[in-house]
């Protein structure tokens, strides 16, 4: 079956630090996986997005690999901050179809 | 442009009762989806259109829901009877040549 897989539910780690977060996927083939950030109460934001032939992507802190290979992608935020504090979710594309992982819940304590 | 607008944001209705959750996508975006978001099921596409064609509504859970979008600028996601289990918020995206997609804010709907 197919299935995407944000590996880590709950990520605490300590401010200035680099924060890595997984996504796995199974029986997908995407032509590109993105990261989005979501906020309680608010709807999930995009950050960045990373096409198959393309091996690493970077944004200020932020910087994205996508290994087709090993069907995974890094997401990593350099410094990191306390206002990082959020739920960071993967999604990839099926079929014109945007599918989600179930995100990971970002702290990041000072 | 003042991004993809939900209405209304809290909805609580009583079960049985007909609930319509309203969608304005960014202008010029040719792709609108609807989402649910649950705590158990995380973000579960419901349906998604290109040019106001409905795609794919393999999401859709049941026929008790049903979505339609008259024009460009307002798609409508219509859940008849409502049951609790439809207890979630529900968004709605928008955008071009399918991806990224832009949410708007949600609406959080409580069924009793």
């Known amino acids: 079956s197919q299935k995407i897989e944000q590996n880590s539910e709950a990520l605490n780690i300590q401010e200035g630090k680099t924060a890595t977060l997984t996504c796995n996927y199974t029986n997908y083939s995407p032509a590109y996986l993105q990261w989005y950030r979501q906020d309680p109460g608010r709807g999930p934001v995009f950050l960045l997005l990373?096409?198959?032939?393309?091996k690493e992507k970077r944004k200020e802190r932020l910087k994205v690999t996508f290994d087709t290979t090993l069907k995974q992608s890094l997401f990593h935020i350099t410094a990191s901050q306390p206002a990082d504090s959020a739920t960071y979710l993967c999604?990839?594309?099926?079929?014109?179809?945007?599918?989600f992982g179930s995100g990971t819940r970002l702290s990041i304590r000072p | 442009d003042a991004g993809v607008i939900q209405s209304p944001r809290h909805e609580v209705t009583e079960m049985g009762q007909e609930v319509t959750l309203r969608c304005k996508p960014i202008?010029?975006?040719?792709?609108l989806f609807w989402y649910r978001q649950t705590m158990m099921r995380g973000l579960e596409l419901l349906i998604y259109f290109n040019n106001n064609v409905p795609i794919d509504d393999s999401g859709m859970p049941e026929d008790r829901f049903s979505a339609k979008m008259p024009n460009a600028s307002f798609s409508t996601l219509k859940i008849q009877p409502s049951e609790p289990r439809d207890s979630a918020v529900y968004f709605c995206?928008?955008?071009?040549?399918?991806?990224?997609?832009?949410f708007g804010q949600g609406t959080r709907l409580t069924v009793v």
């Open positions: 202008s010029g975006h040719d792709y």
């Open positions: 990373i096409r198959e032939n393309e």
């Open positions: 995206a928008s955008s071009l040549y399918a991806t990224p997609a832009f």
């Open positions: 999604a990839l594309d099926s079929a014109s179809k945007i599918i």
